[in-house]
């Protein structure tokens, strides 16, 4: 295989041997950063859910949905199953 290789494959394989990343050492550093902002959030405010829903929505269903979520600080699903709920209680009560 390695007859089949002209200069310039033989350099690309070169400079990513030489990655800071492909070392144990950089892997090391990469799994042991911080996460940023938005990972910590979504962790941390993740329930267990072990079902699927694919639903077709419009665009503007979907902003609008987008939009409550992000004022909220929570996920697009837990606005979805708030709304559920209050439609249950609202439906319970009519």
């Not at 002209?6 to 394989?13: I, R």
């Not at 030489?18 to 090391?28: A, I, Y």
């Not at 911080?34 to 979907?62: G, M, Y």
Request: hydrophobic share 30%.
């Amino acid at each position: 295989m390695s007859g089949d290789l002209d200069g310039e494959d033989m350099e690309l394989l070169a400079h990513f041997n030489r990655r800071p990343s492909s070392t144990l050492q950089g892997r090391r550093t990469r799994e042991t950063r911080p996460l940023s902002r938005t990972d910590r959030q979504r962790i941390s405010t993740q329930s267990i859910k072990n079902c699927q829903l694919n639903l077709k929505v419009t665009a503007e269903f979907r902003d609008r949905v987008s939009a409550l979520a992000r004022n909220e600080r929570t996920s697009m699903v837990e606005v979805i199953e708030r709304s559920v709920e209050a439609y249950a209680r609202l439906q319970g009560e009519g």
